[in-house]
């Protein structure tokens, strides 16, 4: 079974940057696409970047141009570079994916709160 851990959640202000990491452990086997959701409160939880295991990668409309995904396959971990962030980026964000031979998925770790207010 794969595990997931995201950090690198803070607040920050309008406009600043932050990294997010997810690492996966277990079972991986490979990683063949990472996904990046987040759910802000009182919301549901939308799909924000997809990266496959060659680096393709597709953004939602709201971050496209802001954020960018990217994976380490050696050290089994994946990216998520947020910049020029906004209010509306305020939410959990949370990995999650397909890996090994079965593209299985894992199950949901405890996020990364984004924070973003002045």
């Known amino acids: 079974q794969v595990r997931l851990v995201e950090s690198g959640g803070d607040s920050v202000q309008p406009g600043g940057s932050l990294r997010l990491s997810c690492a996966a452990s277990?079972?991986?086997?490979?990683?063949?696409?990472m996904e990046w959701h987040r759910q802000a409160p009182g919301k549901q939880r939308e799909l924000v970047a997809v990266i496959t295991s060659d680096g393709k990668t597709t953004y939602a409309n709201s971050v496209r141009g802001r954020f960018t995904a990217s994976l380490d396959h050696v050290k089994s971990m994946g990216y998520l570079q947020m910049n020029n962030l906004k209010p509306e980026d305020t939410a959990v964000y949370f990995c999650n994916g397909r890996f090994g031979t079965r593209w299985t998925s894992a199950a949901w770790g405890q996020g990364a709160q984004v924070t973003v207010s002045s």
């Open positions: 277990g079972s991986i086997g490979s990683i063949n696409v």
